[in-house]
């Protein structure tokens, strides 16, 4: 069964700080997508990114940067010089290659000050 | 471009009221549709699923039911609420067989069960 982690419930940091979102997951098929969305207070998610499992090299967008490492199963996310409106939360998610559906982890909030 | 709808977007209904969320999508055709809960504390849950027209598969036993009566509507429905039936509910799509699309999703419906 695939199984989707993030350890980390809330993470607050001061603004132009440096935040790391952890991402684990479990899974059996050897070719699977990994995905990050952010929730806004707002509600509706949006999509950050996409990786796929045969794709280990890193991607860096802005101040967004994802860090894949099948070895250790994880797919981390790092916000560089973090910003108020990056307060949100952050899913992780794992999908199934037969079709989409999509397995998510817990999430993390993620709370920036002034 | 394609665009979700939902609606409404908030709604306070009393304990054993009947429940009609819609969700319609623009801008592409024969999508997966997917109804998911998240409670309070972030996780998300996917409810239901529809690959076409009256095709619905249920992830987990509840009292909510779902309907597909065309192509690009996904109706969510509940006889009589519970008060565990609040939460945020949030319909997406994405291309049907293809399960490295991610999925867009609506703005979401807040649901509070008094």
């Known amino acids: 069964a695939q199984k989707v982690t993030q350890a980390q419930t809330e993470i607050s940091v001061v603004e132009k700080e440096d935040v790391t979102l952890d991402c684990v997951y479990e899974t059996r098929d050897t070719t699977y997508y990994l995905f990050w969305y952010k929730q806004p207070p707002s509600g509706e998610l949006v999509f950050l990114i996409r990786r796929n499992s045969f794709d280990e090299q890193n991607e860096i967008s802005g101040r967004y940067s994802w860090n894949f490492q099948k070895s250790t199963s994880s797919f981390n996310f790092t916000i560089t010089a973090s910003q108020v409106v990056d307060s949100a939360v952050y899913f992780c998610a794992l999908s199934e290659p037969s079709w989409g559906k999509l397995q998510f982890g817990a999430g993390t909030q993620v709370v920036v000050t002034p | 471009s394609q665009t979700i709808h939902q609606w409404p977007a908030t709604l306070v209904q009393p304990v054993g009221s009947p429940l009609s969320l819609e969700c319609t999508v623009e801008g592409t055709s024969n999508p997966n549709l997917y109804w998911y809960r998240q409670a309070a504390g972030r996780g998300l849950q996917l409810l239901f699923y529809?690959?076409?027209?009256?095709?619905i598969s249920s992830e987990v036993p509840q009292n909510l039911s779902a309907s597909r009566p065309q192509d690009r509507q996904f109706i969510l429905s509940s006889k009589k609420l519970l008060l565990s039936d609040s939460g945020f509910y949030l319909c997406?799509?994405?291309?049907?067989?293809?399960?490295?699309?991610?999925?867009?999703f609506g703005p979401g419906t807040r649901l509070t069960v008094l």
């Open positions: 997406a799509w994405d291309l049907t067989g293809n399960s490295k699309n991610e999925q867009f």
């Open positions: 529809s690959i076409g027209i009256g095709q």
